[in-house]
């Protein structure tokens, strides 16, 4: 299998890296999770990308799109310079993990006037699937959707909701059928954050950032917002976790934070004791470069093998993301046992290594061992869908 890039991706690629230094604001490069003051620039960024089209590379004209043929390695290269130059993915991420479920499964009054303004970056969303009693565990939701007329109406709460405070729609799944088996009761609802009855509190994580809880509160919903058929909702989550295992988990955003540890280690030096010169360390980090070489390469057999909207990479989507779980936790291990007592100092410190990063970067790997379905539940796909083996 051949996985040099084209000469036509070459381009893209290299026509990407350009824009984004010419066009990303410095104030946004970098930022891990993006705040109401900073959000208008990124939206503002974004939409520069989605004027030249490269929102829409993979959807048809008649909702915003270029109307080619699918291009999923242009996606790809996207995901990456993005990722690699330190630029915000949120608004591409939504649309490449939502975006295909909204055009196999929406209405047609969904896709104009929802799926083209997502293509066009004019809105933003927040996936609102976690619980307090459903976490992994999503045929468990709770959070209530009765009908009532032509409307919807939710209670319920949900939590971890990452971008809630600054999103203009809830990506929201909710129970509309309580007598049905559990996989089968679930819908997917596109909410309008600003509705009467919705509250956003925050949640401060371990690692400095926000994510929120969502409280619903007798939010009347129109019936035209429930997406594909209702109690499917399921189904349509897992697709999407699919393609979010892939897209919004990306492995360069494992990848790139230790090639930034690799670089320092190669001419840093502790308490007058060159970190290069310590065989132990030069093997650990020789052995941590090809489990990154391999995570890469999980993610481009997704991306090669979904070459069509019709394949969800299922399978493949599911080892990526049980390995960057593994290797999250992996690197964040070496880089701070590589630093000693240093590597436990925080941004604060002027004797920190690479700013303090690390041991901000050790508490997210916790995030990345248990989200997206979390390092065991992606085993069990693994091995069930992937190699046959029975259910346990």
């Known amino acids: 299998m051949n996985f040099q890039f084209s000469s036509e991706e070459q381009g893209f690629r290299f026509e990407m890296r350009q824009f984004v230094k010419d066009n990303l604001p410095t104030e946004i490069k970098g930022v891990t999770e993006m705040t109401s003051e900073l959000a208008p620039l990124e939206r503002a960024f974004c939409r520069k990308m989605a004027e030249k089209g490269w929102f829409g590379l993979a959807f048809p004209k008649e909702y915003g799109g270029r109307g080619e043929n699918p291009v999923p390695m242009n996606e790809y290269i996207m995901n990456a310079e993005l990722r690699m130059l330190k630029a915000p993915t949120s608004f591409f991420s939504w649309l490449t993990t939502i975006g295909p479920v909204i055009l196999r499964y929406g209405s047609e009054e969904i896709k104009k006037e929802i799926l083209t303004r997502m293509i066009s970056c004019d809105i933003r969303f927040a ?38 405070d600054i999103a203009d729609y809830l990506w929201a799944a909710v129970r509309t059928d309580p007598d049905l088996p559990k996989h089968k009761g679930v819908s997917i609802m596109i909410v309008d954050k600003n509705l009467p009855g919705i509250t956003i509190t925050p949640l401060k994580m371990a690692n400095g950032l926000r994510t929120n ?104 989507a599911a080892a990526i993301r049980h390995w960057e779980g593994i290797v999250s936790f992996e690197k964040a291990d070496l880089a701070i046992d590589t630093m000693r007592a240093y590597g436990l100092l925080l941004r604060d410190s002027d004797e920190a290594p690479l700013e303090g990063w690390w041991p901000a970067e050790y508490k997210w790997a916790g995030h990345a061992w248990g989200s997206g379905g979390g390092v065991d539940i992606n085993r069990k796909i693994i091995a069930q869908r992937g190699l046959g083996l029975p259910a346990w």
């Open 127 to 164: 996936i609102c699937y976690t619980e307090p009693e459903a976490g992994n565990d999503l045929a468990n939701l709770q959070t209530r959707a009765i009908q009532d007329g032509d409307d919807y109406v939710l209670n319920g709460q949900k939590r971890f909701i990452t971008h809630a």
């Open 213 to 316: 809880e969502v409280f619903f509160d007798d939010v009347r919903v129109p019936k035209k917002y429930l997406v594909g058929e209702r109690g499917r909702g399921f189904y349509y989550m897992m697709e999407a976790l699919d393609l979010e295992r892939f897209t919004i988990i990306d492995f360069h955003g494992t990848s790139s934070p230790f090639e930034e540890f690799l670089d320092w280690a190669r001419t840093a030096e502790l308490d007058g004791e060159r970190i290069k010169d310590d065989p132990i360390v030069r093997q650990r980090i020789a052995n941590m470069r090809l489990k990154m070489q391999a995570g890469k390469m999980l993610q481009l057999i997704a991306g090669a093998r979904a070459m069509t909207r019709e394949y969800v990479p299922n399978v493949e």
